[in-house]
């Protein structure tokens, strides 16, 4: 049974097209998160949700429109889809705690491709 | 200066050696580090988990964090071939506001040849 799932695994699109990313978590964690890892496997946050409110809206492209309908789903809408949008995003979870934020639980990823 | 800074190698050990990774930050409010592992097209599982200074063992990995120099390391002893890897140094400080956040480094790409 799939800690946090991601679908779909697998995007390849066009330019100036608009995606979606699904996560789901049912590790009962109040904290979730999207990270953007590059070519160079740098991971960066981009996102982060804690019982459904923001925290966490580090300096990306208002292209990108995260979305939490309850603490189990997080969701990443891109609209008009970049050539350096083309990276593996992962979403993670946490349970938070009194201080820091507690070991983070990834997803496999979903790798997107942008021709 | 980035935030934290870790060497990328690639780095190739030949099987049974001791495996030494190493990670700089600057930020005084970093209280908690990690390491993560991840395997090719998968996503990163925590290996070791340290709060402030100080040195934990698990096996045949050591971590240690010694805050005054902002320097952590993780040592793998008896290196396995399953060990190859990217390994990835993160840390955050305590919870609240734009400190609630992982800080990952970029990643050591390490291969453990039999």
Redesign the interface.
Same mark, same amino acid.
């Given at each position: 049974d799939t800690a946090?799932s991601q679908t779909p695994k697998y995007l390849v699109t066009q330019m100036g097209n608009d995606k979606s990313i699904k996560c789901e978590q049912n590790l009962g964690h109040d904290?979730m998160?999207w990270?953007k890892q590059d070519s160079?496997? $740098?991971?960066?946050?981009m996102f &982060?949700y804690?019982n459904k409110e923001l925290?966490?809206n580090e300096t990306v492209p208002n292209r990108f429109s995260p979305k939490s309908p309850d603490k189990a789903h997080l969701n990443l809408h891109i609209n008009s889809l970049e050539l350096g949008d083309s990276a593996v995003y $992962?979403c993670?979870s946490s349970a938070?705690? &009194?201080?820091?934020?507690g070991?983070? $639980? $990834?997803?496999?990823?979903s790798r997107l491709t942008v021709l | 200066q980035k935030e934290v800074e870790q060497d /990328?190698g690639p780095l190739s050990v030949p099987e049974g050696a001791i495996v030494s990774l190493n990670c700089t930050y600057s930020n005084s409010a970093f209280?908690?580090f990690?390491w993560y592992r991840?395997y090719s097209?998968? +996503? /990163?599982?925590?290996l070791m988990?340290t709060?402030s200074s100080g040195n934990k063992e698990d096996g045949r990995f050591t971590a240690q964090v010694d805050k005054s120099s902002k320097y952590i390391s993780l040592f793998i002893r008896d290196s396995q071939p399953s060990d190859s890897a990217?390994y990835?140094c993160?840390m955050? +400080?305590?919870?609240g +506001?734009?400190n609630?956040?992982?800080?990952?480094g970029? +990643?050591t790409?390490l291969t453990v040849n039999p």
């Open positions: 946090v904290t998160y990270y160079k496997k $740098f991971l960066k946050i &982060s804690n925290i966490i $992962f993670a938070r705690t &009194s201080g820091g934020t070991e983070l $639980f $990834f997803g496999e990823g | /990328p209280q908690y990690m991840q097209r998968k +996503g /990163p599982e925590l988990y709060y990217t990835l993160a955050s +400080g305590n919870s +506001g734009s609630y956040k992982l800080t990952f970029k +990643g790409l």
